[in-house]
Structures are given as C-alpha cells and as structure tokens.
C-alpha cells in the first residue's frame, strides 16, 4: 500500500509540474478557443463538421456535440498532444536528475509507469475541460436545453480512456527509444498517427476503431437519411465531414445518439493491451541515464585538457610553465553578416544529417514535381523547420547562456539577427516552392508565400519571448499547420489562401514584431539610465 500511495503522488506531482507550465496553460486557453468555433450560430455562415456536402447536421444537443468533441479531441490531442507532452524523460536528464533517479531505489518500470499516467491524466484533464466547455457552449447556442451528461462521459469512458492511455505510452516509448527522440521521431510519428487514423476509419469493426469514427458516424447517417430521404438516394449522405465549410442555408436534424453501453468497453481491451505492452518494452529499453560510450570519450578528453593545462593547480603549486601577459581589450566593429551566419550555424547544430537530406529532399521536389503534384508537398516545406524557429529569441533561455551571452553582445541585437536568421531559413526552404510559382508566372502565389514565411518566424520570436519556452510554438504552430496550409481552412492557410488573407498576415506580422521589440528596447533603456544614475 505504501508503494502504491508514493506512485500516486509521483503521479501527481508529474502531472502537476506539466500543468504549471506556459505550454499547458495556453493550450487550455486554445482548447476554450476551438470550443467556442466549432459550435457556430446558425447565422454564422459555417460549419465544423458536418454530413455529406449539402451543409447537414445535427442540432446542438448533448448527443452531436458529445460526437463532436469526441471526434475532433481524439484528432487534435492525438497530434498536438503528443508533442506537448514528449520529452518528459529528456527533460528529467537536461536538468541534471538523471543521477538522483538512476541511484534512488524507484525500478525502471515504476518510473516509466509514473512518466507515462501523468501524461494520461494530463491528456484526461484537457479532454474534461474541452467537454465541459461544449456543455456551456450547448446552452449558449440554446438548440436544445436538455442537457444529458451521460451522453457526454459514456464516450469518454469507451473511446478517450483507451485512446489516450495508448497516446500517453507512446510519448514515453518515443523519448526512450534514442533514435527517436530528435527530429526523426517527429517525422515518424506523424506518419505513425497518419496510419493509426486511416486504420480506426478503414475498418469498420469496432474493436478496430480507436477514435470512435465508425462507431458514431454510422449512426448519424442512417438517421440523416430517415430525414432527408432525397438527399439519401443521391448518394450526398456518405460520410462525416470535419474542417471549415461555408454554407448560407445551414439544414439540421436532430439525432439521439449512440446507444451506449458497457460492453463497448470490451471491444476497447486490445488498445489497453497494446498500451501496456510498450510500457514494458520502454522500461526494458530504458538506460536510466547511463553514460554512453561518446559521453565517455569526451569526458576522458576533457580530462587529459586539463591535465595538460598550465593553469591547473596541483596541491598548493602552481604548475605555470610561463609568464602570462594580459593584452587590452579591444573593441570592434560588429560584423552583422559574420554574427548572422554564426547565429545560423548555432541553431543548425541541433539538426541531424537526416535533416539535412529531407530538408533538400523538399526543396527539389517543390522543384521538379509537375504542379498538380508539388502543391502536395509544399506543405511540409512549411513545417520541416520548426525545430529552428522554436528556437528564435529564447536559445539563450532552453540552455541558460543568457547571461554570458548579455554580457558579449546587446539583447537586442542579438534577437534581431535571430529573427532575421528564421526568416533566412524559411526563405531557404521557399527556393523549390519559389522557382516553381515563377515558373508559372504566378506572381501574387509568390508574394502570398513570401508574407507567410516572414510570418512564421515572427510569430515564432514573439511566442517564444512571452512563453520562455519552445514548446508553446511547437505545440500552437503544428496545429496551425494542420487545420491551415495541411487542411486548407483558407483562413488559416497563411501560405495558400487570397491576398487578403495575406495582407492581414502582413498586418499581423508587423505587429507581433512590434510587440516583440518595444519591451526589449524599454529594457536596454531603462538599464542604461540605472547605470548612469548610478
């Protein structure tokens, strides 16, 4: 008992930690943002999600907006949520607990089982707060004032508990697994939620179905042809619909809902399973921070650096093999283009050679892909690199050099040419895409795409400055990359929708660099007038 209570509170205090942080925080904040857009007015002119293509769906009552919290949360936290909650073990090791754990009595399988519930009670807890704002959201709307709660929490039970205790397992075995804790395990990962999902709706048994997408849609079909017959026969009543649909005549029916039940829960055991499955595997694959044999190897020179050093004392002599002489310290003239592509060079570190290659691999088929084939993979140009624009304005922060770095150079500069390195690189990455607009003549593209890689590094340099943090960016951009450029929401689409869109992306950019910029400035000045006074 005594073992269970301090894994419970090491659960907790996991959770707890996560919670408290910036990233959580404002994704709870984008969570009351999403609830309230996808439960539009009638008048709104929109729908999320909707049946077939005439602008059908259900009335806001309990049952449809349980469905739709249901299917859109499991999409969603499946993608940014992995993300946000990956890295709990590497960050255990960057700030140096990996020697308290490895030496304390907890076993590798309770350490990764705390790592991986807090994860799931944190997944749980942005799942209850979605739901209960489409609770508040159903009375806004006022469609139907009968509220039924089991309608809400029965599709908790059988489709988010195993879905996410199986996501929760997944973020753990990505950050044990080494080759899978940098950029390669974003990239697998997003082909790995690819196929999960087009496995739950391919199949369309429900022990198969780990979001719930057969197991709701099929009912709401057959109960919208019962009341559009016409639309039925036509064939327009297919399948489920989720994205940004404008309609003027939106047409509505109401549906009761699945007929939940417990036995459903059954069908949900194998994902339970298979969740438990890679618990053990990442506890049996976990080094407990071991030292490996490069961390080794440059110890060792460390070590024999020293050794030979003429500075280094041994015992009370000093082992100087010659007179010192302490020049005078000049200044000079700042080279910006020299301290741009150092600046580059820094965040370019972090990149594997695999970077690298796919990095060249988008640029040349953005290039010489036929058109109709390019527009597919211009997308991922547009996410590649956001590992390096995570990094703008607060690398100094994620690997505490800020003060040596103040000390060298004026923040202010030095956040600047940071900037201005993000946009370098989206640039960069927009060749291929560039010389293919030009190609075609298609001049305004061009200009769309250049406003939308100014953006992302903007945004970028103003999120990470407020947050401190890179995984706020992370987490808000590859949902912004999903529902816009990915999906096509064209009011999101900062890189594809009109020139209008994009004149407000302009709009947006000089005012997030503006809000950016002022505070440091205030800052340098306010310091510079407590030295003088001092």
Request: proline share 3%.
């Amino acid at each position: 008992m005594r073992s269970l209570s301090s894994t419970w509170q090491l659960i907790l205090l996991n959770a707890i930690r996560q919670m408290r942080s910036y990233p959580f925080l404002i994704v709870i904040g984008l969570t009351l943002f999403i609830s309230y857009a996808s439960v539009p007015a009638s008048s709104a002119g929109y729908e999320v999600m909707r049946i077939g293509s005439e602008g059908i769906r259900g009335i806001y009552n309990s049952a449809w907006l349980s469905a739709m919290v249901t299917l859109m949360s499991s999409i969603l936290l499946w993608l940014f949520g992995f993300y946000l909650l990956r890295g709990q073990i590497t960050s255990d090791e960057n700030v140096r607990m990996g020697q308290f754990i490895a030496s304390s009595p907890i076993g590798n399988l309770r350490y990764i089982l705390t790592k991986t519930m807090s994860n799931f009670v944190v997944l749980m807890i942005i799942q209850c707060v979605l739901v209960a704002s489409f609770m508040v959201m159903q009375f806004i709307r006022g469609e139907s004032d009968v509220l039924d709660v089991w309608d809400f929490i029965f599709p908790i039970l059988v489709i988010s508990v195993p879905s996410y205790f199986l996501l929760a397992a997944l973020t753990i075995f990505f950050d044990v697994v080494p080759f899978l804790k940098g950029i390669v395990g974003h990239i697998i990962y997003f082909f790995l939620w690819s196929l999960l999902f087009t496995f739950s709706i391919t199949n369309e048994h429900a022990m198969f179905d780990l979001i719930g997408f057969n197991m709701m849609v099929s009912d709401i079909v057959q109960e919208a042809a019962v009341h559009f017959p016409a639309y039925d026969q036509q064939g327009a009543l297919e399948d489920i619909s989720i994205g940004y649909y404008t309609y003027e005549n939106i047409q509505t029916f109401e549906w009761q809902g699945v007929d939940w039940n417990l036995t459903m829960l059954v069908y949900k055991l194998p994902w339970v399973i298979f969740a438990m499955i890679i618990i053990f595997l990442s506890s049996f694959i976990f080094n407990r921070f071991a030292v490996t044999g490069k961390e080794k190897k440059q110890h060792a020179k460390s070590i024999t650096k020293e050794s030979s050093n003429p500075f280094v004392h041994k015992g009370k002599k000093s082992a100087l093999s010659h007179d010192i002489v302490l020049t005078l310290v000049k200044h000079r003239k700042r080279n910006v283009l020299a301290m741009l592509f150092a600046e580059i060079h820094v965040m370019l570190k972090e990149m594997s050679r695999w970077w690298y290659i796919i990095a060249f691999i988008l640029i040349a088929l953005s290039v010489f892909l036929p058109i109709e084939a390019a527009v597919y993979v211009w997308p991922f140009v547009m996410i590649w690199p956001i590992r390096f624009w995570s990094q703008i304005g607060i690398k100094e922060h994620v690997y505490r050099t800020h003060q040596m770095l103040t000390s060298s150079c004026s923040p202010f500069s030095m956040h600047i040419i940071a900037w201005v390195a993000g946009i370098f690189i989206s640039l960069v990455m927009s060749t291929g895409v560039c010389i293919k607009l030009f190609l075609t003549n298609d001049v305004t593209a061009i200009a769309i795409w250049l406003i939308g890689s100014v953006f992302i590094p903007t945004f970028a340099f103003w999120l990470n400055r407020m947050s401190k943090s890179r995984k706020p960016f992370e987490v808000i951009y590859a949902i912004w990359w999903y529902m816009g450029p990915y999906s096509g929401m064209m009011f999101l689409d900062f890189i594809g929708g009109t020139m209008s869109s994009a004149m407000w992306y302009g709009a947006a950019s000089i005012a997030l660099l503006l809000l950016t910029v002022l505070p440091m400035r205030k800052g340098i000045g306010s310091r510079v007038a407590m030295s003088v006074s001092s």
